[in-house]
């Protein structure tokens, strides 16, 4: 299984970059059934933060839901999960609290891989991030 980040819905639905065709392609292939995906409740909350907060709350549910339709298994975030995000942001150095967030639902949730343009998962040997590109 495969945790995705919302920086990989986001570039597809975004204006053009170079981040945007890898993602489509990723998007496409899971769809294809070439990948089971994983999220948690915290990446679609970063959806919805992110384009309400550009006033876009139309795009906000379009991009919410075609994520969750190519990627049905959503992880809910809790007390163990922000407890050991707590301690990878105690041990492993320059990680975002985002990230040690998505990290630890990982983790709990026996997910190795991630895919997202996020260079700051590469501090996290316990975790793979997928070469997009």
Known sequence: MIFVDSNIPMYVAGRDHPNREPA???LEAARAGRADLCTSVEVLQEILHRYV??????????????????????????????????????????????DAVHAAVMLNNQV??????????????????????
Request: proline share 6%; hydrophobic share 45%.
């Open 24 to 26: 489509r392609r990723f």
């Open 53 to 98: 907060g550009l006033k876009r709350p139309d795009l906000a549910a379009e991009v919410y839901e075609l994520f969750i339709e190519v990627c049905p298994v959503v992880f809910p975030v809790t007390l163990s999960d922000t407890d050991r995000a707590k301690s990878l942001i105690g041990s492993v150095v320059g990680i975002s609290v985002r």
């Open 112 to 133: 190795t891989q991630i895919a997202t343009f996020d260079a700051g998962f590469d501090q996290m040997p316990e975790l793979k991030r997928l070469d997009l590109r």
